[in-house]
């Protein structure tokens, strides 16, 4: 279900005990492999390299290109560029002349392949403090490291290979969603009745934003919830009664009534940023699993809560929950949600081209297939729909949030790559499950 990303540290710990020369034989090797792989038609490369281990790795790729293969090493009219100025273990911005060797690098018109990591990117958090390098391939070391699934970071990888240095699997903190995580999502078996199957509320849809909770209750039934209703402000409801045939619709003053029949929340989808007692009044006094996002954000403040929670900020939002601004959470995407879990104690999902999830005491769950073309109005509300979807059928909190985004992405990835709609992410929502 998770696939490890490394930290320095733990990188590290799992080279304890192997002989450092065999291990940066083989890494160097793996690097001139994948370098003729990537790059064939390559006559000509220049390396940059610095003195620690990952300039090793760096030189022993450096000889077997030449000696092996009989590529000629120059600086000038390369045809690659091989990056192995510094490794994991940098942290901070780099120093002036190593920062100077990686704008030439940027500067060059030949492509890149970086060694373990572009260097100048940390390879624990995926913070760039300076210069980086671009690279078009990243060769990495036994396992992907987090600064090449989190962002900056992951923008400067290019391509990521894996390669296979002869080190045993060691325990990692963070880890990387794979698709083995569908399998976890409840199917529905015998007997079963629509609210058995999953009965979801969402708590929005203000006249002018009707969209947004009709998008999310749209989601919630292509993710197989059984039942959905819709609370809205009065006058939005026969707005909502053409945009949702199948859902059930109350006024907003019924929304305490309405959360009776449901098994999970999805509140703030277009609901107003003048709702907040009753995002509030919902939180305290209900016991159900519930996702907030949108409007239900606005202002929110530490709640006590035992049931379930998943707050979806993108980085704006997650930036006024923490008191910094959106660029700051950019820039430093780990410790924002670890302060944002830390303050709210939940599960929250950091949407972003590198979706991140925590929880508290754990580590963080990288969703990382970028998706493009999700940059649209809409698609965080399908988002919220199809979590709250997956938890009214009891899953586990953290999981309904990785799969969730994971299904988000995989049907967005079916849509048209240019000109897409929320509602096209809808429609691939049930191919994307995992057959029963």
């Known amino acids: 279900m998770l696939e490890p990303l490394y930290t320095s540290e733990e990188m590290k710990a799992a080279e304890e005990g192997h002989d450092v020369a065999t291990l940066m034989e083989r890494a160097g090797r793996a690097v001139a492999e ?185 989601a919630a039934f292509r993710a197989d919830a059984g039942y959905v209703a819709i609370a809205a402000p009065a006058d939005a409801l026969p707005t909502l009664e053409t945009l949702v045939v199948e859902a059930v619709k109350r006024p907003l003053d019924d929304a305490a009534a309405a959360a009776e029949r449901a098994s999970a929340l999805a509140l703030g989808p277009g609901l107003g940023r003048d709702e907040k007692p009753l995002v509030r009044k919902l939180l305290s006094e209900t016991k159900l699993p519930a996702v907030v996002d949108a409007d239900g954000l606005y202002e929110l403040e530490p709640f006590e809560r035992d049931a379930a929670t998943v707050l979806t900020p993108h980085s704006g939002e997650l930036g006024r929950l923490i008191g910094e601004e959106s660029k700051w959470v950019d820039a430093h995407r780990l410790e924002a949600l670890a302060r944002a879990v830390e303050r709210f104690r939940c599960v929250v999902l950091l949407k972003g081209a590198d979706t991140l999830i925590g929880a508290p005491g754990s580590g963080v769950w990288v969703v990382g297939d970028n998706v493009p073309s999700l940059a649209t109005a809409g698609t965080g509300d399908v988002l919220t729909g199809v979590i709250a979807a997956f938890l009214a059928k009891g899953m586990d909190v953290r999981e309904a949030a990785a799969a969730g985004a994971l299904v988000h992405r995989l049907a967005a990835a079916r849509g048209p790559k240019r000109g897409l709609v929320a509602g096209d992410v809808i429609e691939a929502l049930p191919s994307c499950l995992a057959p029963s």
């Not at 920062?99 to 100048?120: C, K």
């Not at 995926?126 to 987090?146: F, L, N, Q, S, Y």
């Not at 969603?177 to 929005?204: F, H, M, Q």
Request: glycine share 14%; charged share 25%; no cysteine.
């Open 34 to 218: 994948e370098a003729l792989h990537s790059f064939p038609d390559a006559r000509r490369f220049a390396l940059f390299a610095g003195g620690g281990a990952n300039g090793g790795d760096g030189r022993i790729a450096a000889r077997i290109l030449s000696e092996e293969h009989g590529l000629e090493q120059v600086e000038d009219k390369a045809d690659l560029v091989i990056d192995a100025i510094l490794g994991t273990g940098m942290r901070g911005a780099p120093r002036d002349d190593a920062a100077a060797t990686i704008e030439r690098i940027n500067a060059s018109a030949a492509p890149v392949l970086a060694v373990d990591i572009p260097s100048g990117v940390d390879a624990s958090t995926g913070e760039v403090e300076g210069a980086a390098v671009d690279a078009d391939v990243t060769v990495t070391m036994h396992g992907r490291k987090i600064g090449l699934a989190v962002g900056p970071g992951r923008f400067h990888a290019g391509d990521v290979i894996v390669v296979d240095i002869g080190l045993e699997p060691h325990d990692t903190v963070h880890g990387l969603v794979t698709r083995d995580i569908l399998e976890r999502i409840p199917r529905r078996r015998d007997p079963v009745n629509k609210y058995s199957a999953g009965s979801v509320l969402v708590v929005g849809g203000a006249r002018g934003t009707t969209g947004a909770a009709a998008l999310a209750a749209r």
